[in-house]
C-alpha cells in the first residue's frame, strides 16, 4: 500500500503549470504558424482580418513565390552552404579541439589559442561586420564558397567550446595505446578520438546546420550577385518601395520552412538522441 501510495505522489501531474506552459506553447509557438498558413494562402485583397480564415484559398501564392525567388537555385546555393559547412565544420573544429585539450598543459601557446578562441565568442558579429566585407571583397571570398569558408571559422568559438568539454572526459591512456600501436596523432583522432566524439559531434552539426540554414545577415552583407543569394535573402523581392506583397512573401516562409520540416521527420530519432547524448559527458 506504501509502494503504491507513493507511485501515485510520483504521477502527480501540475496542472496549473501545464496549462500555463500550453498557453505559452499556443502564443509562442502555435499562433505565429497559424498566421503563417492562413495569410499564405489569403489573396492581396482578403489582409483585412490577419486570424480569418481566407475565403478563398489561393494555392498560387506558392508558385509565384516560387518563381520570383528563383527558388531551385537559392535553394541550391543554401543546400550547399549550409551542408559543406557542417560536415567540415564537425570535422574541422573537432580536430582544433582535440589538438588544444591534449596540449593545453604542454604548451602555453595551445593554452593561449583556447582562450583566443573562447574570447572570440563575446565579440558581436555586428563589430565585425565592417572589417569583414572589406577583407572579404579585397580576398575575394564574397561568394558561395568564401562565406561557407567564412561559416566554418565564425564557428570555432562555439564548437570549440563544446568540444573541449567533452574531449576532456575521453582518457589519455586512449592516445597512449594508439601511441604504442605505431599510430601517428592524425591516426589517433580520426581512428580513435573521432568516433567517440558521435553525440557531441551530432550536436554540432544540428546547431551548424540550423545557424547557417537560417542566418540572414552574413549573406546579406557578403552575397551582392544575385544568382549566388540564398533562400532568406530571396525574401527581399517581395518587399517594395511603396508596399509589401505580404501572401506572398508568408509563402515563401513556408517554402523555406519546408526542407528542414521535412528532414526533422525523418530524422527525428537521431536528431533528438543526438542532443541528449550531447548535453551530459559520458
Not at 243 to 270: E, G, H, M, R
Amino acid at each position: 500500500m506504501r509502494v503504491t501510495g507513493a507511485t501515485k505522489r510520483k504521477e502527480k501531474v501540475n496542472w496549473p503549470a501545464t496549462i500555463v506552459l500550453s498557453l505559452v506553447a499556443i502564443f509562442v509557438i502555435i499562433l505565429p504558424l497559424y498566421i503563417t498558413v492562413i495569410i499564405a494562402l489569403k489573396s492581396p485583397t482578403d489582409m483585412n482580418n490577419l486570424l480569418a480564415l481566407p475565403k478563398k484559398i489561393r494555392w498560387e501564392n506558392f508558385s509565384d513565390a516560387w518563381k520570383m525567388t528563383d527558388y531551385p537555385r537559392k535553394f541550391m546555393n543554401t543546400a550547399f552552404i549550409t551542408v559543406i559547412n557542417m560536415v567540415f565544420t564537425v570535422i574541422t573544429n573537432s580536430a582544433v579541439a582535440y589538438a588544444i585539450t591534449r596540449n593545453r598543459k604542454k604548451s602555453r601557446f595551445f593554452n593561449m589559442m583556447y582562450y583566443y578562441f573562447i574570447s572570440a565568442m563575446f565579440i558581436p558579429f555586428n563589430v565585425l561586420m565592417l572589417p569583414l566585407v572589406k577583407q572579404a571583397y579585397t580576398f575575394h571570398i564574397d561568394n558561395v564558397v568564401g562565406i561557407t569558408f567564412l561559416y566554418i571559422v565564425f564557428g570555432l568559438p562555439m564548437n570549440t567550446f563544446l568540444y573541449t568539454g567533452y574531449i576532456k572526459s575521453v582518457p589519455e591512456a586512449l592516445d597512449e595505446a594508439a601511441t604504442i600501436d605505431g599510430a601517428n596523432p592524425i591516426q589517433i583522432f580520426f581512428y580513435v578520438i573521432f568516433p567517440i566524439l558521435k553525440p557531441m559531434s551530432a550536436t554540432v552539426a544540428i546547431l551548424s546546420f540550423m545557424w547557417t540554414w537560417n542566418d540572414f545577415l552574413m549573406p546579406l552583407i557578403l552575397l551582392s550577385k544575385q544568382e549566388q543569394q540564398t533562400l532568406q535573402l530571396a525574401q527581399y523581392v517581395f518587399q517594395g518601395q511603396f508596399n509589401t506583397q505580404y501572401n506572398l512573401a508568408f509563402a515563401s516562409y513556408l517554402l523555406v520552412l519546408a526542407p528542414i520540416l521535412i528532414l526533422y521527420i525523418f530524422f527525428q530519432k537521431w536528431i533528438i538522441s543526438g542532443v541528449a547524448s550531447g548535453a551530459v559527458k559520458q
